[in-house]
């Protein structure tokens, strides 16, 4: 119960900063943005309502389910910390580890893409929805509700109007945008993790002292989120590298986003006692990196090792052969 009494070491000018270096992460995924990569996904729209729906439906609603069974054990704040993760886009470094992975870097672009886009709506409509299911049933003195209208601007603010100016800017300067898109999305990425450190820094005697409260918690919460995505695109029988991609993105989420609207004072009063969201988002921030560049070496080692044995095999036939006409 401690940790939600937990204040962080956070000021409006971290919040400030942290807000333009999401916008500009987001007006970088814009500019990387093709409608030819579109095309050929949508050509195959099986691909991106399996990876849709396992984000935008499943995560969501095993989450709720994970955090009532648990209720006994972890408090509110921490439940809807959970949820909150849950409801948020897909990460932009998951194009990074879909590639690393050698699964379909198109498919998660496209949806990394249309998670943003549609968080505008879905990010409010599932943590309204979730988190104020779970809250009726928790055992909250003060009653919590949460503001979809609130949400929905600052969302709409944060990752809607950078895309929209992303796409603009592609549209009118094309050949500058394809030479400033990496280093702006690196730029935005690692400007991003800076902070998160910076934060992390801040807060470190904080973190010793209630870091593994919530790190078992996180674990697992990750590794449903990336089971959800791989189980259910092949149970629609999806290809290895397409479920790769989905596991991806599922489990790779937006706890930048999370963070801000946590911090957002019109979202979450200070006096909710909220320090329990602020553990859950931060360490998911940092641990899905962990967990995602994981499983992408896991597969691509895998993928070496398949082709090193099929090499070798073809070698042995060949020799083989050769020594029989011989």
Same mark, same amino acid.
């Not at 601007?153 to 945008?177: E, H, N, Q, S, T």
């Given at each position: 119960?401690a940790?939600?009494s937990?204040?962080?070491?956070?000021?409006?000018?971290? #919040?400030?900063?942290?807000?333009?270096?999401?916008?500009?992460?987001m007006?970088g995924?814009?500019?990387?943005?093709r409608?030819?990569?579109?095309?050929?996904?949508?050509?195959?729209?099986?691909?991106?309502?399996? %990876?849709?729906?396992?984000?935008?439906?499943?995560?969501?609603?095993?989450?709720?389910?994970?955090?009532?069974?648990?209720? !006994?054990?972890?408090?509110?704040?921490?439940?809807?910390?959970m949820?909150?993760?849950a409801?948020? *886009?897909?990460?932009?470094?998951?194009?990074?580890?879909?590639?690393?992975?050698?699964?379909?870097?198109?498919?998660?672009?496209?949806?990394?893409?249309?998670?943003?886009?549609?968080?505008?709506?879905?990010?409010?409509?599932?943590f309204?929805?979730?988190?104020?299911?779970?809250?009726?049933?928790?055992?909250?003195? #003060?009653?919590? /509700?949460?503001?979809?209208?609130?949400?929905?601007?600052?969302?709409?603010?944060?990752?809607?109007?950078?895309?929209?100016?992303?796409?603009?800017?592609?549209?009118?300067f *094309?050949?500058?945008?394809?030479?400033?898109?990496?280093?702006?999305?690196?730029?935005?990425?690692?400007?991003?993790?800076?902070?998160?450190?910076?934060?992390?820094a801040?807060?470190? #005697?904080?973190?010793?002292?209630?870091?593994?409260?919530?790190?078992?918690?996180?674990?697992? /919460?990750?590794?449903?989120?990336?089971?959800?995505?791989?189980?259910?695109?092949?149970?629609? %029988?999806?290809? @290895?590298? !397409?479920r790769?991609?989905?596991?991806?993105?599922? %489990?790779? #989420?937006?706890s930048?986003?999370?963070?801000?609207?946590?911090?957002?004072p019109?979202?979450? *009063? *200070?006096?909710?006692?909220?320090?329990?969201?602020?553990?859950?988002?931060?360490?998911?921030?940092?641990?899905?990196?962990?967990?995602?560049?994981?499983?992408?070496?896991?597969w691509?080692?895998?993928?070496?090792?398949?082709?090193?044995?099929?090499?070798?095999?073809?070698?042995?036939?060949?020799?083989?052969?050769? @020594?029989?006409?011989?």
């Amino acid at each position: 119960m401690a940790i939600d009494s937990v204040r962080l070491n956070y000021s409006t000018n971290s #919040q400030m900063i942290i807000n333009i270096a999401l916008a500009l992460i987001m007006f970088g995924v814009a500019l990387g943005l093709r409608l030819s990569g579109f095309k050929r996904v949508f050509k195959n729209p099986k691909l991106v309502i399996v %990876g849709l729906t396992s984000q935008l439906i499943l995560l969501p609603a095993f989450t709720f389910l994970m955090a009532y069974l648990l209720r !006994d054990y972890i408090t509110t704040s921490v439940a809807l910390g959970m949820i909150l993760v849950a409801s948020c *886009p897909g990460g932009n470094i998951s194009n990074f580890m879909s590639s690393l992975a050698k699964a379909n870097t198109e498919l998660s672009i496209t949806l990394t893409s249309i998670t943003t886009l549609a968080a505008v709506f879905t990010t409010p409509f599932n943590f309204s929805f979730w988190g104020n299911m779970y809250a009726r049933a928790s055992d909250l003195v #003060q009653p919590l /509700h949460i503001p979809f209208w609130e949400m929905f601007k600052v969302v709409m603010l944060l990752l809607g109007l950078p895309m929209l100016l992303g796409l603009l800017f592609r549209w009118k300067f *094309p050949k500058l945008a394809d030479k400033i898109v990496k280093p702006f999305k690196y730029f935005g990425i690692g400007f991003f993790l800076l902070l998160i450190v910076m934060a992390f820094a801040a807060n470190f #005697q904080l973190f010793l002292k209630y870091i593994w409260y919530v790190f078992l918690l996180v674990l697992v /919460h990750n590794a449903l989120a990336i089971s959800i995505g791989y189980f259910f695109s092949s149970s629609m %029988g999806l290809k @290895h590298r !397409d479920r790769r991609t989905i596991a991806i993105e599922t %489990g790779i #989420q937006n706890s930048g986003l999370a963070l801000v609207l946590i911090f957002n004072p019109k979202i979450f *009063p *200070p006096d909710l006692n909220m320090g329990g969201m602020m553990f859950i988002a931060g360490w998911w921030g940092i641990w899905h990196i962990v967990s995602g560049l994981t499983i992408s070496k896991y597969w691509l080692h895998k993928d070496i090792n398949k082709y090193n044995k099929v090499t070798q095999f073809r070698k042995n036939w060949f020799k083989k052969l050769h @020594h029989e006409n011989s």
